[in-house]
């Protein structure tokens, strides 16, 4: 029997092989804690990160106060897709990290989506 862990590192291998990020459409990497969400905008040509935010990060920590994890993570989303846009990304690769979309993973997504990321 095989932990969560496992599952989730062997889902995220079967996602790696296919998405990847590139100068035109970097990679949205999302990981999830039972605490916090972090995300990052990820070049994998060059092997740079362009954009990178959590919910520990010191200018949104104080926002999120007494709200909910799910709307925490849209709240990430939104302003992750704000930063990518000042630096002159609108698209990328979104890679749920072996994640299942469901939960605080898509409410990531919905928020940047919103914010104007295309993916």
Do not use: W
Not at 57 to 82: F, M, P, S, V
């Amino acid at each position: 029997m095989k932990t969560k862990e496992e599952a989730r590192s062997k889902r995220k291998a079967s996602i790696r092989k296919r998405v990847s990020g590139d100068t035109q459409r970097p990679r949205l990497s999302v990981f999830r804690s039972l605490k916090h969400i972090y995300a990052q905008v990820v070049n994998d040509v060059t092997h740079e990160t362009i954009v990178s935010i959590s919910t520990l990060d010191k200018a949104i920590k104080e926002g999120l106060k007494g709200t909910k994890k799910r709307d925490q993570a849209k709240k990430i989303g939104a302003a992750l897709a704000r930063k990518c846009l000042e630096k002159g990304v609108d698209k990328v690769v979104f890679d749920r990290n072996g994640f299942i979309y469901h939960g605080r993973v898509s409410a990531l997504a919905d928020g940047a989506r919103e914010a104007g990321l295309k993916f």
